[in-house]
């Protein structure tokens, strides 16, 4: 009987792991909103990390978390580093890629809850007088992502956490001076 039980359990495993090992080894996450803003208007605000807690929607699930800022105020090299609770975990977000009115990239280094380098990317395209922003986050799952996908979908957390960021920025740049 325990025999049986013991083989039910691997083939149980075995299974699990073959799932988990066929789910997809990279990940993009993205949403967009249309802004009554320049692209030179709406770059500026996403350019300058220290505007970037006036927007973020982390800023506002831990008002209390701790940053702390390094290299130029905007532009390639800036880095922002934040420590919050659970929910807000703790990394680095440093801007790698500046190109006016154009594109930003960040490289994202988490630390916890779990530790993981991503890229992030916000593509700003005109038109007409309004502004397309798409905010995207892109990386690679090792098994153990995998595995957590299996449970948690990263589009809609993630996902929700950006249409909440652009929802936060669209009134700021809209308000800015033409």
Same mark, same amino acid.
């Given at each position: 009987m325990i025999l049986k039980i013991?083989?039910?359990?691997?083939?149980?495993?075995?299974?699990?792991?073959i799932v988990v090992a066929l789910q997809p080894a990279d990940f993009r996450v993205a949403r967009s909103a249309t802004f009554a803003a320049?692209?030179?208007?709406? $770059?500026?605000q996403v350019n300058d990390l220290h505007k970037f807690q006036d927007w973020s929607p982390w800023a506002k699930i831990d008002p209390a978390a701790k940053t702390e800022f390094q290299g130029p105020p905007a532009g390639?090299?800036?880095? $922002?580093?934040w420590a919050g609770n659970m929910e807000v975990g703790e990394g680095t977000m440093t801007l790698t890629e500046s190109l006016p009115s154009e594109l930003i990239r960040f490289k994202l280094d988490f630390r916890k809850p779990m530790t993981g380098t991503n890229t992030a990317e916000f593509a700003f395209k005109a038109e007409?007088?309004?502004?397309?922003?798409?905010?995207?986050?892109?990386?690679?799952?090792? $098994?153990?992502?995998?595995?957590?996908?299996?449970?948690?979908?990263?589009?809609?957390?993630?996902?929700?956490? $950006?249409?909440?960021?652009?929802?936060?920025?669209?009134?700021?740049?809209?308000?800015?001076?033409?």
């Open positions: 013991l083989a039910v359990l691997t083939v149980i495993v075995v299974v699990l792991a320049a692209p030179a208007t709406v $770059f500026a390639n090299g800036a880095s $922002f580093s007409g007088d309004k502004t397309v922003v798409t905010w995207s986050m892109s990386g690679h799952n090792n $098994f153990l992502s995998k595995a957590v996908s299996l449970v948690m979908n990263c589009d809609k957390m993630v996902g929700g956490q $950006f249409e909440s960021g652009l929802a936060n920025l669209k009134p700021i740049v809209e308000a800015a001076p033409k």
